[in-house]
């Protein structure tokens, strides 16, 4: 990340969006989400290329680990040091235990800004951009993309649509992903997969 696009990223993380709410709800779901989110196919898909487009021993950051399946899993299995990071105490917790290899972080994703957790070959970020609000997006790839290392990868998800203004139905709830002051009805289908070279 360049040092205007951090300084940049900086400026927007000030700004104090609390996702506290995000982590507690994840913590609520515990060891349900692999059941409340049975439908991985895609997810395993891309996990599977990740892992096979790499050497073995690479270095690769899961963004939004939650419990560590299918993706820290799949890739501590490959070969790769896997790095988990979460929001959720819960999340890492299960974790933990589902992929007692890898190495764990508890934090925002906007706190990797700082590089503290060095760099990836690789990078597996699921569903974890669909948490933040639209504007934070370019901020965050781009830092994702400053800690590839040359020639490294990333594998993203993503749903097919704008959710900023709308609420998703979670577990028999409705959302709002990052909090959102604006409460339309909605609901959120189809998932696309998309790979980059750093």
Known sequence: MSGDDQREYDGYARL???????????????????????HKDGQIEAGA??????PPGSRILDVGCG????TARQLVD???R???ND????MLDLARVNVPEATF??????????????SFDGIAAFFSLLMLPRAEIPHALRMLHGLLRPGGLLALSMVEADVDDFSMPFLGNKAWPWGSSKRFGGA???VTLAAARG
């Open 78 to 80: 490959a070969g790769h």
């Open 188 to 190: 959120v289908e189809g």
């Open 67 to 70: 419990t560590g399946l299918p």
């Open 87 to 90: 929001l959720s105490p819960g």
């Open 82 to 84: 896997v790095v988990c």
């Open 16 to 38: 104090g969006l609390d996702r506290s709410g995000q982590a507690e709800a994840f913590d609520a779901i515990g060891d349900r989400y692999d059941e409340a989110f049975p």
């Open 49 to 54: 290329w990740l892992a096979g487009a790499l």
């Open 105 to 118: 972080h508890l934090g925002d994703l906007a706190e990797l800004r700082d590089g503290r957790l060095g």
